[in-house]
């Protein structure tokens, strides 16, 4: 048994690939249109789904916006230097809500990052 994907609804689909995949660097592995049920799917990962997990990023068409609640907490997503990706992802126009620093109350280095939806993205400092 592994994670397959994770699913997050997005407003604007478009906005949100450009996003994971030229700001976060992922790619889009596949991608469909429901028009009967009124949405599209697309998959982003690093690799293949085979091997890989997604994240598969739901629009659901005629909604712009969704409240995010309080049960969400966020993606995680290990990097070798975190320093240098969030400058990489400030470059890319993406936003970072937290300086790679310590998390509270332990010694992992963190940043987190925003997508234009509003969902929070961490990034973990992982020894190469």
């Known amino acids: 048994m592994r994670i397959l994907h994770t699913m997050l609804r997005v407003g604007d689909l478009e ?3 450009d996003f994971y995949t030229r700001v976060i660097g992922m790619k889009l592995l ?4 429901y028009p009967d049920g ?3 799917l697309a998959f982003v990962g690093f690799g293949p789904e085979d091997t890989h997990p997604a ?10 916006k969704y409240e995010l609640g309080t049960a969400y907490g966020h993606v ?3 990097v070798s ?9 400030r470059k890319a126009g993406g936003k970072v809500v937290r300086e790679p620093g310590p998390m509270k109350h332990g010694t ?9 939806d509003g969902y929070k993205v961490e990034l973990i400092q992982k020894d190469a």
Do not use: M, Q, Y
């Not at 994240?55 to 712009?64: A, C, D, I, M, S």
């Open 108 to 116: 992992t280095v963190i940043a987190f990052v925003e997508d234009p």
């Open 55 to 64: 994240l598969e990023l739901t629009h659901n068409w005629g909604v712009e």
């Open 81 to 89: 230097d975190i320093h240098g990706t969030c400058d990489a992802i």
């Open 30 to 33: 596949r991608r469909h249109d």
């Open 38 to 40: 009124k949405f599209t």
């Open 15 to 17: 906005r949100s690939l």
């Open 76 to 78: 995680a997503l290990g």
